[in-house]
Nanobody, 123 residues
Framework: QVQLVESGGGWMQPGGSLRLSCTASGFTLDYYNVGWFRQTPGKEREGMSCKDIDGRTYNAESVKGRFTISTGHVQNTNMVYLQMNSLKPEDTAVYYC???????????????WGQGTQVTVAS
């Protein structure tokens, strides 16, 4: 059973950094494309960063140079990370981790999703 659990959200001042983590279980991460998305009330879920099985990464224009997606293994646990730097108030949203076997994309077409973690950027 594929399960994704995000953590690391919280409050940060503008200009600060946060690293989101996603624990991925029930599948072999190396065979899956992964992505990070965010959503605010009344808006569609939008893709921030994604990584394909060959290691290539793609970022939305709004976060290029600020957000970085990566994957890793910690004590036999699959992990997906989103390093967020130079945070802005408009980065405030619920952030979701996603995984799927189809092409890596910034559109929300992944088959598996986490429950989300809130990120708030404010003074």
């Amino acid at each position: 059973q594929v399960q994704l659990v995000e953590s690391g959200g919280g409050w940060m001042q503008p200009g600060g950094s946060l690293r989101l983590s996603c624990t991925a279980s029930g599948f072999t991460l190396d065979y899956y494309n992964v992505g990070w998305f965010r959503q605010t009330p009344g808006k569609e879920r939008e893709g921030m960063s994604c990584k394909d099985i060959d290691g290539r990464t793609y970022n939305a224009e709004s976060v290029k140079g600020r957000f970085t997606i990566s994957t890793g293994h910690v004590q036999n646990t699959n992990m997906v990370y989103l390093q967020m730097n130079s945070l802005k108030p408009e980065d405030t949203a619920v952030y979701y981790c996603a995984a799927g076997l189809t092409v890596a994309t910034l559109s929300p077409s992944y088959s598996h999703w986490g429950q989300g973690t809130q990120v708030t950027v404010a003074s």
